[in-house]
């Protein structure tokens, strides 16, 4: 089955407003290209947000976190439903960013993608494993992914595998192993959804992704595309990765 494929920046706690020019840069790349084989998505800090979708329109943005409550008094929050409502159609949910510095459990991430696909917005579901956990690395996984409901609509689902020690640190797994673990995901969705549902699940790859080791990571048979954070913030780099598909 023909999946979507995806190319998405997560900018973390970065940029300013001077980034719309970054921006701008990747959507003229993306027209004079013409032929982009993936969708490219851009999700910076909130505060960003909504003068990009102003500015430049022929992008698709990204949040990444919401509160899995419409409204109420939680103070910092931002919730799925007043994401959509300035035009973001995705939002990354579980990165393990969050999960470590803001203890975010397996429940409270579940009522989030719940919230979020409410809301009809797409989720990036982030799992991965610790250094210390990859000798028990499915097991991990496949209770990162028991947090998704059985009765999901997985068309609204993208699941982003970034093994947490390598994120940031320039390490990724083998190119062959890579292409097994998303194999190994892909079964686990399949004994959760079934077989023809979670064919149409994409599986995106994140973790030190960049400019020289994503042809090879992108052309692997199980990765659907790529979670890139830091080379997304270079206009050169980034390119080049949106390029890896052609």
Not at 2 to 23: C, E, F, H, P, Q
Not at 86 to 95: D, F, L, P
Not at 105 to 125: C, D, F, G, T
Not at 184 to 207: D, E, W
Request: glycine share 6%; charged share 25%; aromatic share 6%.
């Amino acid at each position: 089955m023909k999946r979507v494929k995806y190319t998405i920046a997560n900018w973390k706690m970065n940029g300013g407003k001077d980034s719309i020019k970054l921006v701008k840069l990747l959507a003229r790349h993306i027209k004079k290209t013409g032929h982009i084989k993936s969708k490219v998505i851009i999700c910076p800090p909130y505060t960003l947000l909504s003068d990009f979708i102003r500015l430049e329109k022929k992008m698709i943005y990204g949040a990444q976190d919401c509160h899995y409550q419409d409204k109420g008094a939680y103070t910092g929050s931002i919730s799925a439903q007043m994401i959509k409502s300035i035009g973001c159609k995705y939002v990354i949910i579980g990165h393990s960013e969050r999960r470590e510095y803001q203890k975010e459990s397996s429940n409270e991430l579940r009522l989030k993608i719940q919230a979020a696909v409410n809301n009809n917005m797409r989720v990036i579901y982030c799992i991965g494993e610790k250094l210390s956990e990859i000798k028990n690395r499915m097991q991990v996984l496949k209770k990162q992914i028991s947090t998704l409901n059985n009765n999901l609509d997985i068309n609204n689902i993208i699941i982003a595998y970034e093994p947490i020690w390598a994120i940031g640190s320039g390490k990724t797994p083998k190119i062959i192993e890579i292409n097994s673990i998303h194999k190994n995901i892909r079964t686990l969705l399949s004994k959760k959804f079934g077989v023809r549902k979670s064919n149409k699940i994409s599986i995106l790859y994140g973790g030190s992704v960049n400019s020289l080791n994503a042809s090879d990571i992108l052309k692997l048979e199980h990765v659907d595309g790529a979670l890139v954070g830091g080379a997304s913030l270079n206009y050169r780099d980034f390119s080049k990765i949106i390029d890896s598909y052609l």
